[in-house]
C-alpha cells in the first residue's frame, strides 16, 4: 500500500516538474508557494505553469496569497502569489480555448486556493 502511495506521489512531483516552465523556476513563499503552484498544477485542465519575475511592493507584511485573475481570449489564466513585500505573476496556460471556459477553471482554481489558504 504505502508503494502505491509513493508510486502517486512520484507521479505527481513527476508532472509538476514537466509543467513548469519558463526562465524563472523560482517561486515565492519558499515551500508553502512551491506547495500552492503544485495543487494548482495538478488540475487536469493546466498545461503549463509560467512563473514570471519576483516585483515589490509598497506596504510590509502579510502571509502567503494567491488568487486567480480573469482569463484572456484563449482561456488562459494568471496566478498572483504575494508574500508580505513581493509578488509575481504566474502565467497558466490551459487547454481550453475560450475566455468561457477559462473563467470556469479560474472559478475552480480559486475555490481550491481558498480551501488550501
Known amino acids: 500500500?504505502?508503494?502505491n502511495k509513493n508510486n502517486i506521489q512520484e507521479k505527481a512531483q513527476g508532472s509538476y516538474k514537466n509543467k513548469l516552465g519558463g526562465a524563472h523556476t523560482t517561486i515565492i513563499g519558499g515551500r508553502?508557494?512551491?506547495?500552492?503552484v503544485k495543487l494548482v498544477s495538478q488540475h487536469p485542465e493546466i498545461k503549463k505553469v509560467i512563473p514570471s519575475v519576483i516585483s515589490v511592493?509598497?506596504?510590509?507584511g502579510g502571509s502567503l496569497t494567491?488568487?486567480?485573475?480573469r482569463a484572456d481570449a484563449r482561456?488562459?489564466?494568471r496566478l498572483l502569489l504575494s508574500e508580505g513585500r513581493s509578488f509575481q505573476e504566474v502565467r497558466l496556460v490551459t487547454?481550453?480555448?475560450t475566455a468561457e471556459e477559462g473563467d470556469r477553471i479560474m472559478d475552480e482554481i480559486n475555490e481550491?486556493?481558498?480551501?488550501?489558504?
Request: net charge positive.
Open 1 to 3: 500500500m504505502s508503494e
Open 32 to 36: 508553502a508557494g512551491k506547495k500552492l
Open 57 to 60: 511592493k509598497g506596504t510590509a
Open 66 to 69: 494567491g488568487k486567480v485573475l
Open 75 to 77: 482561456g488562459n489564466l
Open 95 to 97: 487547454t481550453v480555448g
Open 112 to 117: 481550491i486556493l481558498k480551501t488550501a489558504l
